[in-house]
């Protein structure tokens, strides 16, 4: 799942995870409050509703409203929402902005390749690493 | 008492008035051509005697002057606690100046104030102390100072905002470049076979352009944040700096096969990163520009001079490469400016630009030397220790 408010840059990404080979649903909203807002709705209405959990949350940084920076704070502030890898994908590559999505526990950081060849060997990599290769748990902790 | 005795006690007596009187005449001539205002006054605060630049400075004649006393010369609010600090000076006089750090006004005749600095002297004479008052008009002073703390802020904000603009500017534009070239490279992975021999050739040309474009913009956010991001400002040994800037040029080294000599060099007070980001930019600038042909050798060399108490340390990076016309050893320094082809050297030619901010950041000098076809020498100099008024330059992280 992705938030970004930039229409080409979701559609790249997209596009991208496609061409690496990803079958899953890739849903996408434009702002940090509509992801969270999704995240909240889906897991209040558990597994069988068609909101669906991400595996992996793809955050814009700059975005309108709800920028990535307080939907990252909101993430990882509550219990229910917390283990849900979240990776930034911004096109900063400043050393503060770095530091603090860290400090706000974002699992990677990620500057948005400049080329297409470049984002899907990030996609296939990122479809590698979080959705084949680690272990992650399915929900809170009860 | 003999016709002799009496004689010489005159004589001695015409001497002492004698001399009396020159020294009198020399003291009005200095008084009188002082070039700042000069009030005698007596114990009661009676003014005695001025000079003329007294008269110009405050608006009064010589006779109004006499009829005034000295705290007409001082602004109301100050005269009551003036005539104290009069008894104060004459119970224990000596030469001071008055103020001490405080901003000294004094009043015009026409009630006007203006801002003085004054010394006190002490006249033992025949009736009682006198005070001299040396007084200096330091109103056009004062006003230069202001407008240097003016402009020296309008500059510092000046330059963080441009600072800022680049930084802002050179990420802003980089997304629309982005999608330029994203959106070239997908027309030609769908459209590619479609298209004919010319088109494809634009269509490379496009995404080549708005490749070197992203490399000029990333390099330009680069040279705006040399500045942006310091550590301060630490005693360093440079040789170790230098050895870790050599680490991260690794690969080129092997690539090049090239000799590099670092010299025991001074330890000075720097921005550590600042001066790693400098040895980088320097040594891989002379493996960069080496000759065909011939084993590239860099020599950095340091060592430190003492001017005039100022201890100065100076690094020299030497090379044995293609060097460069002389001419334009100032041109090389400044941002994107080149002097090989594109085909001929990678780049945009901001690496120098950068060494020169850093150095400057260091309140020091960087300058080139060099004979073309057998090598280029670069020589920083950098103040040892920093001043303690040398701003400490953190804008922000």
Not at chain 1, 3 to 24: C, I, Q
Not at chain 2, 200 to 212: E, F, K, P, Q, V
Not at chain 2, 268 to 294: H, P, S, T, W, Y
Request: proline share 5%.
């Amino acid at each position: 799942m992705m938030a970004d408010d930039d229409p080409d840059d979701r559609e790249f990404v997209r596009e991208a995870f496609e061409k690496s080979g990803f079958k899953g649903e890739f849903r996408c909203v434009e702002d940090g409050g509509a992801l969270v807002e999704y995240l909240e709705k889906a897991q209040a209405l558990g597994p069988m509703s068609r909101f669906r959990i991400p595996d992996l949350i793809l955050l814009d940084l700059n975005m309108p409203r709800v920028d990535g920076y307080e939907a990252l704070r909101q993430i990882k502030s509550s219990e229910r929402l917390r283990h849900i890898p979240v990776v930034v994908l911004s096109t900063s590559d400043s050393e503060s902005d770095i530091q603090q999505t860290y400090d706000g526990g974002v699992n990677s950081f990620i500057t948005k390749p400049a080329g297409f060849e470049e984002l899907v060997e990030m996609a296939g990599s990122l479809k590698a690493y979080w959705l084949e290769l680690v272990k992650l748990p399915t929900g809170p902790a009860t | 008492m003999d016709e002799m005795t009496r004689l010489s006690a005159r004589v001695l007596e015409l001497e002492r008035l004698l001399r009396e009187r020159e020294e009198n005449d020399s003291f009005r001539l200095v008084f009188n051509s002082a070039p700042y205002g000069m009030v005698v006054s007596d114990e009661s605060g009676r003014i005695v005697m001025v000079n003329p630049r007294a008269e110009e400075m405050f608006g009064y004649s010589a006779g109004e002057f006499k009829r005034r006393r000295i705290e007409d010369l001082v602004p109301p609010a100050l005269r009551s606690g003036h005539a104290g600090q009069r008894h104060h000076f004459h119970r224990a006089p000596s030469i001071r100046s008055m103020g001490a750090g405080r901003d000294l006004y004094a009043c015009r005749r026409d009630g006007t104030e203006f801002p003085v600095e004054i010394a006190l002297t002490p006249l033992p004479g025949e009736n009682g102390m006198l005070v001299l008052s040396s007084i200096i008009d330091i109103s056009r002073r004062k006003l230069g100072e202001e407008e240097l703390v003016r402009y020296s802020k309008r500059l510092e904000r000046s330059n963080a905002e441009l600072e800022s603009f680049a930084s802002v500017a050179s990420h802003d534009l980089q997304e629309p470049l982005r999608k330029i070239r994203m959106m070239g490279e997908r027309l030609g992975a769908i459209a590619g076979e479609s298209l004919d021999e010319q088109a494809r050739d634009y269509l490379g040309r496009m995404i080549r352009a708005g490749d070197s474009m992203h490399r000029l913009i990333r390099d330009l956010l680069a040279f705006s944040r040399v500045t942006m991001r310091t550590e301060g400002f630490t005693p360093v040994d440079l040789s170790a700096t230098a050895r870790d800037a050599l680490s991260a040029l690794e690969l080129l080294v092997e690539e090049t096969g090239a000799i590099i000599v670092v010299d025991d060099l001074p330890e000075v007070e720097v921005d550590e990163a600042q001066m790693r980001q400098l040895f980088q930019n320097l040594i891989g600038n002379a493996l960069k520009f080496r000759r065909a042909g011939v084993v590239p050798r860099v020599e950095v060399t340091g060592r430190v001079e003492d001017r005039a108490g100022d201890l100065v340390a100076i690094v020299e990076v030497k090379d044995n490469g293609i060097g460069f016309d002389e001419r334009y050893s100032e041109r090389i320094f400044l941002v994107f400016q080149r002097l090989h082809g594109k085909t001929e050297f990678e780049g945009t030619g901001i690496g120098l630009a950068i060494c020169k901010k850093i150095v400057e950041h260091h309140d020091g000098r960087i300058h080139a030397r060099s004979t073309p076809g057998e090598g280029a020498q670069f020589v920083v100099e950098v103040p040892v220790r920093r001043k303690p008024d040398s701003p400490a330059a953190p804008h922000s992280a």
